[in-house]
């Protein structure tokens, strides 16, 4: 699985949107960027996914570069409770990989603190 | 919705003790990830395991062993315990035959915190 790199850390205001950046040069074509969230010491929790469009759900946006060497994971109004560690992975798709059944590999994530 | 359980929550050994730890998926859910996060670390893919068949394997020691249940539950056995294995214990589970990357997204439980003295 492509390397990435995020910030190690980032502060936002309450209300205000939470701009995420992520590297990952050296992403392969059947490739998938996937985010995920750790609230302190709970289980890691999926937000979003995406090959090369830009996706948006209940919880957060993703904006893919063309290049798709970057991405940007966007909390449009951040609350307290986005307080968190924040992952960007990339992993084959288990459908496109073959062998891959979706293992996640963790790097040194984002820790987003919102403040008042 | 129904979640992952794990059990023990909580699990506190002496050293060169085993330990168990259990992992109930999802209903439906097919596939079975186990991962350890040590204090202030990111956490570190186990094992998985696919329709009862270990699937994967990554950073596990040999003193560990796990496998998943004819009922998909899944055990993970700890023997001969190091300090070193003090860590939370992740497990996750995802519908892998579902046939779509949509619903791969992994579940994960609260964890099992294990200590050892």
């Known amino acids: 699985d492509a390397k990435t790199t995020q910030p190690p850390s980032m502060d936002c205001a309450e209300g205000r949107a939470a701009n995420l950046p992520c590297n990952h040069s050296?992403?392969?074509?059947?490739?998938?960027v996937y985010w995920y969230r750790q609230i302190h010491s709970q289980g890691p929790q999926y937000i979003i996914h995406?090959?090369?469009n830009n996706e948006t759900n209940e919880m957060a946006s993703l904006i893919i570069t063309e290049d798709r060497k970057s991405s940007t994971l966007i909390l449009p109004h951040a609350t307290l409770r986005d307080t968190a560690v924040y992952y960007c992975?990339?992993?084959?798709?288990?459908?496109?990989?073959?062998?891959?059944?979706?293992?996640?590999?963790f790097g040194q994530g984002t820790i987003l603190t919102v403040h008042p | 919705a129904a979640g992952v359980i794990q059990s023990p929550r909580h699990l506190i050994k002496e050293k060169r003790e085993t330990a168990t730890l259990k992992c109930y998926p999802i209903?439906?859910?097919?596939?079975v990830y186990w991962y350890q996060q040590g204090p202030g670390q990111d956490p570190q893919f186990l094992i998985s395991?696919?329709?009862?068949?270990?699937?994967d394997k990554g950073s596990i020691p040999d003193r560990f062993s796990a496998q998943q249940f004819s009922d998909y539950h899944s055990e993970l056995n700890m023997s001969s315990l190091e300090l070193g294995d003090s860590a939370l214990y992740f497990c996750?589970?995802?519908?892998?035959?579902?046939?779509?990357?949509?619903?791969?997204?992994?579940?994960f439980g609260p964890g099992t915190r294990l200590t050892v003295l």
């Open positions: 996750a589970s995802s519908f892998l035959k579902s046939g779509t990357s949509f619903y791969n997204e992994q579940f």
């Open positions: 050296t992403i392969s074509g059947n490739e998938y």
């Open positions: 995406g090959l090369k």
């Open positions: 992975i990339v992993r084959v798709d288990p459908y496109a990989g073959g062998t891959s059944y979706g293992k996640l590999t």
């Open positions: 209903p439906r859910h097919d596939t």
């Open positions: 395991f696919y329709e009862k068949m270990q699937s």
